[in-house]
């Protein structure tokens, strides 16, 4: 096999082999490595701040660090977070400490630093503070929550984004080159792959070497990669997911949104991902019940029962077969009538709650159930509805210092427009008979 376009042995990961050597190969991330952009211009200008980098799988984080570090001539320490602790920590703050003596600077890189516990990145913290060494770290969370803000605070966040498809499919060509001359795939090939590495480089050239290993020479010797070939090598999947991190997060607020927005289509679309990615139903399950409430109301006040009923299925019928009683609601949920009063309702009454904690309540509407309570006037002037002809009554029922407040504003849409009319003959009764 021909050498790659870098020389490194062979028998390296085709993923490794193809790893840019400096920024003019890197795939991907103009937004900060054009010309003039500003990662760009801090490396050539060899001012290396210390800094994170954020973003997915296979976007290229460690490899911008080494060729910091072989732009910058420090000395590149590479550290995981998943094998090292504070003992390691410790040794390498003592290396670099002996490097700046020496005049030399010390890249320390710290692959997925979001698993360090808040000890061993305040370990890191000094000896940013006093320049021993610059801390570049990756991770695939949001680093305003897994990154102490001390140390998040002396550092430069850069966001580096998923690989686009023509990302990918130009990076597939020049490794499929590579390989050397007898190997081919057409077009619809690499653009099948890298739309399947959803953005992550390491993946699509994984793919591409699993897809090159397994196809046969054809009498001429030309190694063809085949959509047969493809297809083996991709039964499933792996979406971007992760039940704990950010992506989580993301997609349980695309559904809700979607189905908020009345967008039956994308509704589904985001329970698919979830589903297919992993995620617990009855967890979604959980969030529609919230949304039956919260979105729909009274509105439709069957959304709240086959919201729960849906859950109960879940529980019944497990995966793969509950899928279906989801999309039922979720398409119903989407689709039906929406309103938020009721969630308004609350949010406003539980701000008053909040500030009136110690208003007594009213001593007609408490309970009497001893003599000593109705000697104190307990249930005084109470007034039984079910005893007065139109089942109303003049009776205040909030503390004095919130009489006449209203928090339920129902809306005109569709079942909640029978609750506003209703309501508003309830309060022009009660104005009409105010004592």
Not at 234 to 254: C, F, M, V
Not at 255 to 280: C, I, T
Not at 286 to 291: D, G, K, T, Y
């Amino acid at each position: 096999m021909p050498d790659s376009l870098f020389t490194l042995p062979t028998d390296q990961p085709l993923a490794e082999r193809m790893r840019p050597r400096s920024l003019d190969d890197f795939a991907g991330q103009e937004h900060l490595i054009s010309p003039g952009k500003i990662l760009r211009s801090i490396i050539e200008s060899d001012k290396i701040p210390s800094m994170i980098f954020w973003g997915p799988p296979g976007v290229g984080k460690t490899t911008l660090a080494k060729i910091i570090a072989n732009r910058t001539q420090a000395e590149f320490i590479n550290f995981s977070a998943v094998t090292s602790g504070i003992k390691e920590i410790r040794e390498v703050m003592k290396q670099a400490e002996a490097n700046k003596n020496f005049g030399t600077r010390t890249i320390l890189f710290v692959d997925e630093i979001h698993r360090f516990n808040k000890a061993q990145q305040d370990a890191f913290l000094p000896f940013v503070e006093k320049g021993s060494i610059i801390l570049i770290g990756a991770t695939t969370e949001n680093p305003s929550f897994e990154i102490n803000s001390a140390l998040l605070s002396r550092c430069k966040v850069f966001v580096l984004k998923a690989l686009t498809p023509d990302d990918l499919i130009k990076l597939l060509r020049r490794a499929l080159t590579s390989l050397g001359k007898n190997f081919y795939a057409d077009d619809d090939i690499l653009r099948a792959a890298a739309i399947f590495s959803n953005g992550d480089a390491r993946t699509a050239l994984s793919l591409l070497e699993m897809m090159a290993n397994n196809a046969q020479a054809d009498s001429e010797g030309k190694i063809i990669i085949t959509p047969e070939i493809l297809e083996q090598c991709t039964s499933r999947k792996s979406l971007l997911y992760d039940k704990n991190g950010e992506e989580h997060y993301n997609l349980i607020s695309a559904l809700h949104k979607s189905m908020r927005n009345s967008d039956p289509d994308a509704a589904v679309y985001w329970l698919a991902r979830m589903l297919e990615s992993g995620e617990d139903p009855l967890y979604i399950a959980r969030r529609l019940i919230r949304f039956a409430s919260e979105d729909i109301g009274l509105a439709d006040p069957n959304a709240l029962s086959m919201s729960v009923a849906a859950y109960n299925a879940c529980h019944f019928l497990g995966l793969p077969e509950c899928n279906v009683n989801l999309a039922q609601v979720v398409i119903h949920l989407s689709i039906t009538p929406k309103s938020n009063a009721v969630y308004t309702a609350y949010n406003s009454a539980s701000k008053d709650a909040l500030k009136s904690l110690a208003e007594p309540v009213p001593l007609q509407i408490r309970n009497a159930p001893t003599k000593l309570m109705r000697e104190l006037d307990y249930g005084k002037d109470y007034k039984y509805a079910h005893d007065y002809e139109d089942k109303l009554t003049d009776m205040e029922c909030l503390p004095d210092s919130l009489r006449g407040r209203e928090y339920y504003h129902p809306s005109e849409q569709g079942s909640e427009s029978r609750y506003k009319n209703r309501l508003e003959q309830i309060r022009s009764w009660r104005k009409s008979h105010k004592s």
